[in-house]
């Protein structure tokens, strides 16, 4: 059953929307404006905009007591979950920085990233309780971990530290069934800290760490506010949009556009604990969602369920793709199933998350990640650091410049100053600017094949193999060979009734790549290894 009821609007506003300068008051103005409007539809339940803001001021009641300040590092482990969004917004309330970490991490994972943020204080989800005992050893900037519990009893096994680690740490349960289940009235609204936007962190968020440990993207108030500012005058969202919740929040892709995106216009989000293609396909259906944040690996996982099983997606007005390249096939496969615009864009956590995007009214250019999206600025450079000009011969780094770029990464000057200079993060990422100022990227300059001297995008070369009937997934990646220094070798994923040669993939690239682009080598495998946002490793395939 479907329960989006909204009602009347409460008096006075803690502030005008649009003049935000602490990310908190994203939320606060909701609250104090629709409490009763529900913002969140998880596992049946409805969470009103009031009921999220009042969880998130018994979360601050806790962190005040054990002496949270402004500046705090906090870490939260959590699922997608309403008490993430809660959590989030409680650590911005003190003026605290967050720092989300994906629950699927291993322990020791976990502890870089708490070592490296210098966190004071974790906040968990029961869950993820057992690996955040092993992760605290030796961590001296750590206090107090919060475990979040639910159920009458908590539903919760209290987990042991180590004698070591207990000294040190105060693990404390803090059972959600009985926090503050009532809509907010005007006297119910806490002090929100006053911040410097502009250089006070919000969030630390850690990259995936394809190569190389995770590194702290530092990302102000200023920043995620003007990212998702700009965003909406891209693809626009609005009070009465309902948007799935199914990537990860503790990612920037979860974490802007579908989490701060939807509370930021007062929409409604219909979310589930992790991507699953029932679940999703079931959730898009009841609780007719109109717009589908997501990558395309999970289009790819819908679109193979929905041979086999009919879901009624009328109700998508927008799907939205980022986060990894998305091929021609799939983009005419899901327009068999969905009546709605799929646009493509182009980001990374150290931009807040969007960058460029298809226009949603007007041009959409299939293969290009659009345009820059307003106030921020694409530009290509070569390798002596000159702007290039429009043209698909002149691929160069894409460099992006807005108020939406990091401060840098935390406690590394070096790293920093490698990718930041002159108000442009360099990406590391190749591309071209075509004469409509459209981007497209054809690879990562680290993936860069250069085989007896001649460049090759892998990009270019899974975009060919795509085009095979019968090829689910595929990777590019260079190996090292004596004579010509590298050779091209694919990496192919078959759907399950599909009988293809090596021979074949060859010959279907002989046809359309020159000869020089065709990979030498071609091997089939059963799963193309993924981060948690569809992101190909890689490095593990190398």
Not at 100 to 107: F, G, T
Not at 234 to 241: E, K, N, Y
Not at 457 to 482: F, M, S
Request: hydrophobic letters at 40%.
């Amino acid at each position: 059953m479907n329960s989006w009821n909204v009602t009347s609007a409460s008096s006075k506003l803690p502030m005008s929307q649009g003049q935000y300068k602490n990310v908190a008051e994203i939320l606060a103005f909701q609250a104090e404006s629709q409490p009763n409007k529900v913002a969140v539809r998880y596992q049946g339940s409805s969470y009103t905009y009031g009921r999220l803001y009042a969880t998130s001021l018994d979360i601050v009641s806790a962190l005040f007591r054990v002496g949270v300040v402004a500046a705090d590092k906090i870490g939260i482990i959590f699922p997608n979950h309403p008490d993430f969004i809660s959590a989030f917004f409680a650590v911005s309330s003190l003026g605290g920085t967050v720092v989300p970490i994906n629950p699927l991490l291993k322990a020791d994972e976990v502890k870089h990233i708490l070592s490296d943020s210098e966190a004071k204080v974790l906040i968990v989800h029961e869950s993820t309780a057992g690996e955040v005992a092993d992760a605290v050893e030796n961590l001296p900037n750590l206090e107090h971990v919060f475990v979040l519990t639910y159920g009458e009893k908590g539903g919760y096994t209290a987990v042991s530290l180590s004698e070591k680690a207990a000294a040190r740490v105060k693990m404390t349960q803090l059972c959600m069934s009985y926090v503050s289940q009532s809509a907010c009235s005007a006297s119910f609204f806490g002090k929100i800290a006053e911040v410097s936007p502009s250089e006070d962190l919000a969030v630390l968020v850690y990259t995936s760490g394809t190569t190389g440990k995770p590194k702290g993207a530092m990302l102000t108030h200023n920043n995620l506010l003007g990212a998702v500012t700009a965003a909406h005058a891209a693809f626009p969202v609005g009070p009465d949009d309902r948007l799935l919740g199914a990537l990860p929040l503790c990612h920037i892709y979860g974490l802007t556009v579908v989490m701060l995106g939807t509370i930021h216009k007062g929409g409604s989000l219909a979310l589930i604990e992790k991507f699953e293609v029932v679940p999703a396909l079931k959730t898009i259906e009841e609780e007719k969602v109109t717009v589908l944040p997501a990558v395309p690996t999970m289009y790819q996982y819908m679109i193979m369920h929905l041979e086999i099983e009919k879901f009624d997606l009328t109700s998508l007005r927008l799907c939205l793709a980022g986060g990894a390249p998305l091929s021609k096939s799939l983009f005419e496969s899901l327009s068999r199933f969905v009546n709605a615009p799929l646009v493509e864009g182009y980001g990374l956590t150290e931009v807040s998350c969007v960058a460029t995007l298809n226009p949603v009214d007007g041009k959409n250019v299939h293969g290009s990640v659009g345009p820059a999206i307003p106030t921020v600025t694409v530009a290509i450079f070569d390798k002596d650091g000159n702007q290039l000009p429009p043209g698909s011969e002149n691929v160069g780094e894409i460099a992006i410049k807005g108020p939406n770029v990091m401060r840098g990464y935390y406690r590394a000057p070096e790293k920093t100053s490698e990718v930041l200079k002159d108000g442009w993060f360099f990406t590391g990422d190749l591309g071209y600017l075509d004469t409509d100022a459209y981007l497209w990227i054809v690879g990562r300059a680290k993936e860069l094949i250069i085989r007896g001297g001649q460049n090759i995008y892998p990009r270019e070369v899974e975009n060919v193999i795509a085009k095979l009937q019968g090829v689910v997934d595929v990777a590019v990646i260079g190996v090292p060979e004596p004579i010509m220094g590298e050779r091209v070798k694919a990496l192919v994923v078959l759907a399950k009734d599909a009988n293809i040669t090596e021979s074949e993939v060859k010959d279907f690239c002989q046809k359309r790549l020159a000869d020089y682009k065709v990979p030498r080598v071609v091997e089939f495998i059963e799963t193309m290894p993924r981060n948690s946002t569809g992101k190909i490793l890689k490095s593990q395939l190398v």
